[in-house]
């Protein structure tokens, strides 16, 4: 039976429908909020999956072009992969929700959300990450939710939900943020280097909101929504899982408690082998039951030796970050380079300066159709000690990639300041922990070595939690153990002055705001921290570009001149690149000309030739001309690339001639000046008046 529901929010309308559509997955609904319209389901295996130690969750957001009109590009004319906009959002939708989900459930759950129609006054990626919550919840699959999401913007130091696309342009803050009614699950922020005080308050104003929208679901759940299915959770045997942890325990905690990363999972791979040799022997059967217990055991002991003993892995206090090095110019032909170490996690960023025309083209149902700036951050499997086939980039090296693109974003200098397309790839060489935040901080060495004019230098650390009832311990510059065992990974990256980008995962039930609050401080302190360690390798950007970086020139010419510099087929501005070996983007709306040049010399030369193409003429101009046409009353010449103008035959010599031809053939080139241009725009030129006056006869 069709059923609609509806919520104000934000001062606009959010409609449910549900029993209309897709009646075969386990839930499912069709949510619009404006002229947006996003078809959310979930289904759910009948039977777990047999030896896994994970949730198999899978989550799709579909971007669908006729949702806004388009036709795909290309031969096929069909979607094909999904955008890196599409899997940011699958993981915005994914990571709010895997948390609630019960411990041990291993059936495979699937989340699809399609977008349907799209008004950009109304976020989809919005629309969808509540949709998904409200196909969980009336649904029959184990789900402890339901979550609401907001989008959160700041204009004029205003909070404002779900902000339209004109305020969105406006807005200092793009804030989503996703949670149950009773605690903030995930945050990711970009920003305008905003204070944290700010950021928090944005926080729990979207909270507010959401609080409102959980209810509603809960509403909804309640009229509409099954009955939870019964599902069986694998538990180890007692009688194993005792004995594990009484032979092992001690082993277990000075494994743990060993400085090095690479030592430290050794000596656990070490007890662990030695524990099973020991079982396996008495239950052969239970090799699932011993793995199992061993996990228990090492997630308790670490939590349990930073929480009552103050000790972390690499027996570092809460508030202590990894010892930091930095290094810039290691690549002798890139245009900049950074190579940026933080314990045993290490990055190499390298920047690449380009033309304008070298901007990323995206086609996509957002409103933005191209980027000058890019991030792209690579994980190979060395990086661990992983052996592993070489792929193209996943989900996690994508949101990686885009967190440390959104926080140098607010610093990279305008087109106009730089008029450059800038590419950053970061390397990670050594990972153990905070590889993201690693890359931030080594895009900004890079950036400063290519002498690329940013705002303000940005650094990154992330940020963890161990809570046990009223116990919490928050830790600064966490590393792979802690972010695996923890209970938080909060990135925060910023300038001195305030964040420009925040991402935040909770892995229990949520956090309030004296957590948040003491996190966003303690990571405000180790940021400046590594900024001044970072300012000891270099502080401001290069005076001059790399000698291998081209070398960029602007001009504004009038549009309507713009026709000229291209030539009839593009014969002129073809011209023009193959004499002087550049690059020519031109903007037609604005008349602005970007020349790309390896050499000053060509720049300056295919400045030259555009200048001479867009002069106009003006009378009193003296010009080397060439003959093009004759004709019984005078000859044609071109004076200024296509112009032509004409040579009477009375202004060719001072003397009469009764030929043109008797002086002049086509070809010929003569040095004439610009007597008129008349009301038609016709040029009448003159040899006359710049041939010597013959000297006059004595009597």
């Excluded at 430290?264 to 239970?286: M, T």
């Amino acid at each position: 039976m069709e059923k609609t529901f509806e919520l104000s929010l934000a001062g606009r309308t959010l409609k449910v429908t549900i029993g209309k559509v897709a009646e075969q997955a386990n839930g499912a609904c069709l949510v619009q909020y404006g002229d947006t319209v996003v078809l959310a389901t979930a289904t759910a295996s009948k039977e777990p999956r047999e030896g896994i130690d994970f949730f198999p969750l899978s989550v799709d957001y579909e971007e669908k072009l006729y949702s806004v009109g388009k036709i795909p590009g290309g031969f096929i004319k069909r979607e094909g992969r999904p955008s890196e906009k599409a899997i940011l959002t699958s993981r915005l939708i994914d990571r709010p929700l895997r948390p609630l989900f019960p411990d041990g459930y291993r059936n495979d759950v699937q989340v699809i959300t399609t977008v349907l129609s799209v008004d950009q006054d109304h976020s989809p990626d919005i629309v969808a990450m509540i949709g998904s919550s409200i196909a969980l919840s009336i649904s029959d699959i184990p789900f402890n939710g339901p979550t609401g999401s907001v989008l959160v913007g700041l204009i004029d130091d205003k909070f404002i939900i779900n902000p339209n696309s004109e305020e969105r342009e406006k807005s200092d803050i793009h804030l989503v943020v996703a949670g149950t009614k009773d605690a903030i699950m995930m945050v990711e922020a970009g920003a305008n280097e905003i204070p944290e005080y700010k950021m928090l308050e944005g926080i729990l104003t979207a909270h507010a909101e959401i609080k409102k929208i959980c209810e509603f679901i809960e509403g909804i759940a309640n009229e509409v929504g099954k009955a939870k299915a019964e599902f069986s959770v694998f538990k180890p045997d007692e009688e194993v899982a005792e004995k594990v942890v009484e032979f092992g325990r001690e082993k277990l905690i000075k494994a743990i408690n060993t400085v090095e990363k690479q030592e430290r999972l050794e000596n656990i791979d070490k007890v662990s082998k030695e524990i099973k040799e020991v079982f396996l022997e008495e239950y052969p059967d239970s090799e699932n039951d011993i793995n199992e217990a061993i996990e228990t055991m090492l997630k308790e002991e670490v939590r349990r030796l930073i929480l009552e003993e103050g000790i972390r892995p690499d027996n570092r206090k809460a508030e202590e970050i990894r010892p930091i090095t930095s290094e810039v110019g290691l690549l002798p032909r890139a245009h900049g380079s950074g190579l940026f170490t933080r314990g045993q996690t290490q990055v190499l960023t390298i920047a690449t300066l380009g033309a304008i025309s070298d901007a990323q083209v995206i086609d996509g149902i957002g409103e933005e159709e191209s980027k000058r700036y890019m991030h792209h951050y690579n994980f190979p499997p060395y990086s661990v000690g992983d052996v592993r086939p070489l792929r193209g980039p996943g989900r996690r090296e994508i949101g990686h990639g885009a967190l440390a693109e959104r926080a140098l974003e607010p610093v990279i200098p305008s087109e106009d300041e730089f008029p450059y397309t800038i590419r950053l790839v970061s390397e990670v060489l050594s990972s153990n922990g905070s590889s993201s935040q690693a890359s931030v901080c080594g895009s900004t060495l890079a950036l400063l070595d290519a002498g690329v004019p940013i705002k303000a230098p940005v650094a990154g650390i992330a940020m963890g939690l161990i809570k046990e009832s009223d116990k919490v311990v928050i830790l600064s510059d966490i590393q792979g153990m802690e972010d695996h065992l923890g209970d938080m990974d909060f990135k925060v990256a910023g300038t001195r002055k305030g964040i420009t980008a925040i991402q935040m995962d909770i892995k229990i039930a949520g956090i309030d705001k004296p957590i948040l609050e003491e996190a966003l401080e303690k990571a405000r302190k180790g940021r400046l921290f590594i900024l001044d360690k970072m300012a000891e390798t270099i502080s401001t950007p290069r005076e001059e570009l790399s000698p291998y970086a081209p070398i960029m020139y602007t001009m504004n010419v009038n549009p309507d001149k713009i026709r000229d510099i291209i030539g009839p087929g593009g014969k002129m501005i073809n011209k023009i690149i193959d004499e002087t070996d550049v690059k020519i983007d031109i903007m037609d709306d604005s008349g602005k000309i970007f020349i790309t040049a390896t050499t000053s010399e060509g720049g300056q030369k295919a400045m030259e030739m555009i200048n001479s193409i867009v002069k106009e003429v003006e009378v009193g101009d003296i010009y080397l001309g060439k003959v093009t046409r004759i004709t019984n009353f005078g000859a044609f010449l071109e004076i200024l690339n296509g112009k032509e103008g004409l040579l009477h035959i009375s202004n060719i010599a001072r003397e009469r001639i009764n030929k043109v031809e008797d002086v002049l053939s086509v070809g010929d080139e003569v040095l004439v000046k610009v007597m008129e241009i008349d009301n038609q725009g016709r040029i009448n030129l003159s040899r006359k008046v710049l041939l010597p006056e013959e000297p006059k006869k004595e009597d």
